[in-house]
């Protein structure tokens, strides 16, 4: 039999954890927040240059911020959540990784890949959102979440003919609105923050 007063105990001890990285580190989820926007807002601009300098950009892209995504999990290890941060950098490495190693051959292959990344990405949010709730502003990442796997589901099914400019887009309006959600995180976690 599952003891739910546990469980209820358990979840509130990951969210008081957790509200006390950010509070503790909100400018630091700002700074990656106002990062995230303005790379996505650069794929957003420039989205009919999906050619193989854009292929090779998106790889760099993805290979830095999956880098800032595994640093900042293993120096905050202990911040709940490690795994999935962790994961998500990884990731981002991998599929940044294929981006540079074949930038002519393989825009469909990468779109594949890019849709099972912002499939993987959404679910991987959606979990985490679902560990902060209640806390404030959890639906900022459910919502980021929800629209990688929205965004997942938009490239496959206008896979191949979109694959030359859609993805550009989509791939600045995920990383805008995940930057957005750690924007309004932290500022909500700097307003809470106790006085030092």
């Known amino acids: 039999m599952i003891n739910i007063g546990n469980n209820t105990d358990e979840i509130k001890q990951v969210q008081q954890k957790l509200q006390d990285y950010f509070q503790t580190h909100w400018k630091l989820f700002l700074v990656e927040g106002i990062l995230l926007i303005f790379l996505g807002s650069a794929a957003i601009i420039l989205p009919h240059f999906f050619t193989v300098a854009i292929i090779v950009t998106l790889g760099w892209i993805l290979i830095f911020g999956g880098s800032f995504l595994i640093a900042r999990a293993l120096f905050f290890f202990r911040m709940p959540g490690f795994g999935l941060w962790l994961f998500m950098g990884i990731l981002q490495i991998v599929i940044g990784y294929l981006f540079l190693a074949q930038p002519l051959e393989g825009i469909l292959t990468l779109t594949v890949l890019i849709t099972l990344f912002f499939a993987l990405e959404g679910i991987a949010k959606i979990s985490f959102a679902l560990m902060m709730r209640p806390m404030a502003h959890w639906g ?32 600045g309006v995920n990383m805008f609105f995940g930057g957005w959600s750690m924007v309004n995180i932290s500022l909500k976690y700097k307003e809470t923050r106790q006085p030092e």
């Open 140 to 171: 900022f990442v459910f919502f980021s979440g929800v629209t990688a796997l929205v965004l997942a589901l938009i490239v496959w099914m206008g896979w191949p003919g979109t694959a030359t400019w859609l993805l550009g887009l989509l791939f």
